[in-house]
């Protein structure tokens, strides 16, 4: 049986301070069954006090570089963020793409050195609202995802994380009905399929993103092909996001 993996995507919101109160609350009050990933993505300054305060939610950085070091000011390194313990990393989101300027190629260069380093790659691939009115979500998808697992062994590629995030969901409120993302989620699972094998697209885990929320999870989750969510706005406060994970 495939794990439930729920993550919020803390974008760029809270301070440190602020981070290390709410992993304390959340602690205070989660229980997680084993069969349940739940964490938070947090911005790079809060990754190593958040780590340091967490004791069961997964603490993931948002992205890094390919580079192990070099002259890039700015980035982040994996071995840096291995160094504090670090083991998952989102990837390509659709604000990295969109308004960092991230392309496929990047984005394959970063899901190959996380699965060298050992790191969970949390692999976001989604279309704009444009090429879902035109019906080209499958096309866009699998081009997303075919350059993404480009050079990556069987063996490496059941260990990714994917999350299916239409961009015209993305804290619009406007929720992808759970057949809409069952379906592109089933589809991507062929995706996989089609590039490994039926057990790698069996075992690969593929998340749901875009205005979920405490009242709506369930129907997202109860999907076949849907293993968890990654969560935006509704991670951001303590109740709400102890909602998503009960
Ligand atoms: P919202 O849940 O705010 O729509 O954000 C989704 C998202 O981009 C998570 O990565």
Redesign the pocket.
């Known amino acids: 049986m495939r794990k439930k993996i729920i993550?919020?995507?803390w974008?760029m919101f809270k301070t440190n301070t602020e981070a290390v109160d709410f992993i304390k609350a959340v602690e205070s009050k989660l229980s997680i069954d084993k069969n349940t990933i739940a964490g938070i993505?947090v911005p790079f300054v809060m990754l190593s006090d958040a780590k340091k305060a967490s004791k069961n939610l997964v603490i993931s950085a948002q992205n890094c570089f390919y580079e192990n070091e070099g002259a890039y000011t700015g980035e982040i390194s994996i071995p840096m963020l291995q160094n504090i313990g670090i083991d998952y990393v989102?990837i390509g989101?659709?604000?990295r793409r969109d308004i960092f300027k991230e392309t496929d190629e990047m984005i394959n260069k970063k899901n190959i050195a996380l699965l060298k380093a050992n790191i969970t790659p949390i692999l976001?691939c989604g279309e704009s609202l444009e090429t879902y009115e035109s019906g080209k979500t499958i096309e866009w998808v699998k081009k997303q995802i075919e350059a993404a697992f480009k050079g990556i062994s069987e063996n490496d590629a059941k260990k990714v994380v994917i999350?299916y995030?239409p961009i015209w969901?993305?804290?619009?409120?406007k929720?992808a009905t759970p057949e809409i993302a069952q379906n592109v989620c089933k589809e991507i699972r062929n995706m996989v399929k089609n590039i490994y094998n039926e057990s790698v697209s069996h075992e690969i885990l593929i998340q749901y993103?875009?205005?979920?929320?405490p009242e709506n999870i369930n129907e997202i989750l109860n999907q076949s092909d849907i293993d968890g969510?990654?969560?935006?706005?509704?991670?951001l406060q303590v109740d709400s996001y102890l909602g998503l994970i009960k």
């Open positions: 993550i919020g995507n974008k993505a989102v989101h659709s604000e976001c999350a995030e969901a993305i804290g619009t409120g929720v993103g875009g205005s979920v929320k969510a990654l969560v935006g706005g509704a991670s």
